[in-house]
């Protein structure tokens, strides 16, 4: 059996909404405003998540931005993420224009259910917030990983909402990344029980 890895962009104050500032959110943009260095070591980092991955599971929305920018790009990461089995949860994409994608549709936490069963390896969330939501809320994700940004933006929409899932997590590891980034993982403390962690 496969496992949902949700891995994301936030804030300090968990914010994920308007990363790259194109959504006129008045705090958006955070994401650019790290420096060269830590862009760098982010990008190396994404990479070796990719080249990691067994497929990517978004949300409609994240998709559809996806889907934009990454088939006309080159080189290993988009290569990677280009040829990589894609799913998206969707009620209104019916011809996914990224090659590899496949709709799901229906119950989303028995079609993810379903896609961990078929899965053999990590599939990846990225973004896709409000799917990040349903999946935490079902007891979907086997784990977090959480790059944070050196900002408090005090308003926006969070990765973490409400949720009638209690989910306990244990730390696996705490990075420095680029020097003004941190990475943290994640694992549900079942996930931990079932690799011997």
């Known amino acids: 059996m496969g496992r949902i890895v949700v891995s994301e962009n ?3 104050d968990g914010v994920v909404q308007d990363p790259t500032g194109e959504e006129g959110f008045d705090r958006g943009g955070w994401f650019g405003r790290i420096t060269d260095q830590a862009r ?3 990008a190396e980092m994404e990479l070796q998540e990719a080249r990691d991955a067994a497929a990517l599971l978004l949300g409609g ?3 559809t931005w996806f889907a934009s920018r990454w ?3 080159t080189g290993e990461w988009a290569d990677r993420l ?3 089995p894609k799913y998206v949860v969707s009620s209104t994409i019916t011809a996914p224009s ?3 994608t496949t709709v799901l549709s229906g119950d989303v936490p028995e079609a993810v259910s379903a896609l961990k069963r078929s899965v053999d390896g990590d599939t990846v969330v990225h973004a896709s917030r409000q799917l990040v939501h349903t999946l935490l809320d079902h007891g979907l994700v086997d784990e977090l990983r959480l790059m944070v940004y050196p900002a408090v933006l005090g308003d926006g929409d969070r990765l973490f909402g409400r949720t009638g899932h ?3 997590m244990r730390l696996q590891s705490v990075a420095t990344v ?3 980034l941190v990475h943290l993982v994640y694992r549900t403390e079942q996930d931990c029980g079932s690799s011997g962690s």
């Open 82 to 84: 280009n040829g990589l």
């Open 40 to 42: 760098r070591a982010w």
């Open 166 to 168: 209690r989910t306990p």
């Open 98 to 100: 990224w090659a590899g």
């Open 10 to 12: 936030v804030s300090i």
């Open 61 to 63: 929305g994240s998709y």
């Open 178 to 180: 680029g020097g003004s």
């Open 71 to 73: 088939p006309g790009r």
